[in-house]
């Protein structure tokens, strides 16, 4: 029978929009690190709904769905509090559980901890598990805790991705019709003023009076339009404010912000920005650009061991600038570029710190501001980051 607490749980679960996708790598990791912070052989993050147990990361075993009756983390994960289990076939919890005697396992040692939403739901757990009897000390055992609460914000973001993915593209079909729609009203505005203003010069009071009557309803109609494209941005996501930006002072402001980074690596920045180098945009927007190009290029090239150098730098192509940021790291190879542009995607470079987000928010940058972003083979060897961008309205590359 489901209960209302699983419809509430499936529901959360359902927003994360994970079920029947690729693994995340950003759990996978999660799992493989809870492995082996707890020295065990298999680690799995577990999803739990009215019926089944679905598994969507895992480390030393298959990914796959059980029932829910035959879970041991459904056993204990209402529950809320981390669960140590040094022998499962001395447990009554778990003592006929056929993970523990079999056909599906013969799991003895046993721990988890519940993976609990922001809005307070236990969707499931994080659990590590081996086939012979073991203990988790104190400190393992908040590890244990601390990685299950990251899923839980690996989770989030994807949840937010896709809310910024919905919003944008609402947004996108929002704006196309709005700015089609808005010709209409403001079309009428101007013929009727023009209208009252021809029967003025004509001495027709009463025919002026009408047009300006039929103009204000016009423009009360635009009004409404623009208050909604107004709150549908609040919800989804606003397009950027545009001003000329100074491309070299953005990068200058950029490399300030990075300073320490840049220090930590004894990397070398060249800069090849022309001073009257101006683009359409926001110039908060683009200075975070530009700081995560180059802070990836600094982070993935000093992983190797090797002495980052990198170059910037930005020329005029059409009525367009186009700023590069190569490198001398691994590089991305051609069947990974597109890949790498995704929330929490980190190619093949997982002993590199962080969640994998520079490039994905650059793109949603460089989407917002029309332009274009690619990767490449850099001349130094390592990866070529390629952002073109429009110049500011009326002034010439």
């Known amino acids: ?22 693994t995340d790598p950003g759990l996978e990791a999660l799992a493989r690190l809870a ?6 052989p298999a680690a799995a993050v577990n999803l739990i709904d009215g019926r089944l147990q679905h598994t969507v990361a895992v480390a030393g075993i298959q990914a796959g ?7 041991m983390c459904a056993v204990v994960f209402e529950n809320r509090q981390t669960v140590i289990v040094d022998d499962a076939s001395a447990d009554a919890r778990f003592a006929d559980n056929p993970f523990v005697v079999g056909p599906l396992g013969h799991v003895r040692f046993y721990a988890s901890s519940p993976l609990i939403t922001p809005g307070g739901v236990v969707i499931g757990t994080l659990c590590v598990f081996g086939n012979d009897v073991a203990e988790l000390s104190e400190t393992q055992a908040e590890g244990l805790e601390l990685l299950a609460r990251q899923a839980v914000d690996v989770l989030e973001l994807r949840r937010h991705a896709h809310e910024l993915v919905r919003s944008n593209d609402q947004l996108t079909q929002f704006a196309a019709r709005i700015s089609h729609d808005l010709r209409n009203p403001l079309t009428a505005v101007a013929g009727q003023i023009e209208l009252a203003a ?3 010069a004509a001495g027709d009071a009463a025919s002026a009076t009408r047009s300006l009557s039929h103009a204000e309803a016009a423009a009360e109609r635009m009004d409404g339009m623009i208050t909604s494209l107004l709150a549908f941005a609040r919800v ?3 397009h950027p404010q545009r001003a000329a930006v100074p491309l070299a002072g953005v990068v200058d402001d950029a490399l300030d912000d990075l300073a320490s980074v840049i220090e930590a690596a004894d990397a070398v920045v060249t800069v090849e920005a022309p001073r009257n180098g101006l683009v359409s945009g926001d110039p908060a927007l683009l200075r975070v650009l530009v700081q995560n190009l180059v802070a990836n290029a600094v982070k ?32 991305v190879a051609p069947a990974l570029r597109e890949r790498a542009f995704s929330l929490l ?12 987000l520079g490039l994905a928010t650059s793109r949603l940058i460089v989407g917002a501001h029309d332009g274009r972003i690619v990767l490449d083979d850099a001349p130094l060897g390592g990866a070529r980051v390629r952002v073109t961008l429009p110049s500011a309205p009326g002034i010439a590359p």
């Open 198 to 200: 021809d029967a003025l």
């Open 236 to 238: 989804g996501g606003a």
């Open 300 to 331: 993935f090239t000093h992983a190797t061991g090797t002495r980052p150098l990198i170059d910037i730098t930005a020329r005029p192509t059409g009525d367009a600038w186009t700023i590069t940021v190569d490198d001398n790291g691994p590089g």
């Open 35 to 40: 492995a082996t912070v707890c020295a065990t």
């Open 1 to 22: 029978m489901t209960t209302a607490t699983d419809t509430l749980r499936t529901d959360a679960i359902a927003q994360y929009r994970i079920l029947g996708e690729d």
């Open 65 to 71: 769905v059980c029932r829910r009756d035959d879970s």
């Open 345 to 356: 995607e980190r190619g093949d470079a997982d002993d590199v710190p962080g969640l994998g």
